[in-house]
């Protein structure tokens, strides 16, 4: 079984330049997870989704950052203007939620390390 | 609001000594989950714990959750050098909102 796929792996930028992360779930896992994790830090939920559909994005930083599922697979987050602190990497997840207890099992991408400068 | 504690957050440990993790977290859950994390990596699942009383051992780390008391624990055995690592806790609330929060990490260094 393929696992979550995430690209790029590394990106620096310049503050206020515009970055987009890519992540294509596991196939048949119908809820996305976006992640962030500053240095040191715990992973912070940034957006959810259950298919296409947006479940909780209240962590999302909404005026900067920006985050689509077209047609319930693979998945966008851009960050527009970027800012120095939003240096991170950046984990994608997925979980099928079926009714097997095996279906909880989350599974997360390499990640996209950013930086910004 | 869903909140997940865990401590300590550092532990320097000789090799050869027994320690535990604690993951106390805020509401009920359906799920518990360990993850380890090594320095640039992203998170591999060690654990996920179902049900009151689970318990799960896997070489020298077992898990165990208490739902009544929102407490789990990550208990290392004898440690030796390679389990040197992150390890964070998470909780999801199935059926609810289906989040996975995270807890902030422990910072597992061992000395040999």
């Known amino acids: 079984e393929a696992g979550v796929a995430q690209s790029p792996r590394y990106k620096i930028i310049e503050k206020r330049q515009s970055v987009a992360f890519w992540c294509n779930p596991i196939s048949g896992h119908a809820t996305l997870y976006w992640y962030q994790q500053i240095l040191g830090q715990g992973p912070k939920l940034l957006i959810q989704f259950q298919n296409n559909g947006v479940v909780d994005d209240s962590q999302l930083p909404k005026d900067r950052f920006s985050a689509e599922r077209l047609k319930g697979v693979d998945s966008t987050l851009k960050i527009q203007p970027a800012k120095l602190e939003d240096s991170a990497v950046y984990l994608c997840?997925?979980?099928?939620?079926?009714?097997?207890?095996?279906?909880?099992?989350?599974?997360f991408g390499q990640g996209t390390r950013l930086t910004v400068v | 609001e869903l909140k997940v504690e865990q401590n300590p957050l550092f532990l320097s440990m000789q090799e050869g000594k027994n320690y535990t993790i604690y993951c106390n977290y805020s509401t009920t859950s359906d799920r518990l989950y360990w993850y380890r994390q090594d320095p640039g990596k992203s998170l591999e699942s060690l654990f996920v714990?179902?049900?009151?009383?689970a318990v799960k051992q896997e070489g020298r780390l077992m898990a165990s959750l208490d739902t009544k008391a929102r407490l789990s624990t990550l208990h290392i055995t004898a440690a030796v050098h390679d389990l040197s690592a992150t390890y964070f806790c998470?909780?999801?609330?199935?059926?609810?909102?289906?989040?996975?929060?995270f807890g902030k990490g422990t910072r597992l260094h061992i000395l040999p």
């Open positions: 998470a909780v999801l609330r199935r059926n609810r909102d289906d989040k996975i929060i």
């Open positions: 714990l179902l049900s009151n009383g």
């Open positions: 997840a997925s979980i099928k939620l079926g009714t097997l207890t095996s279906d909880t099992e989350a599974f």
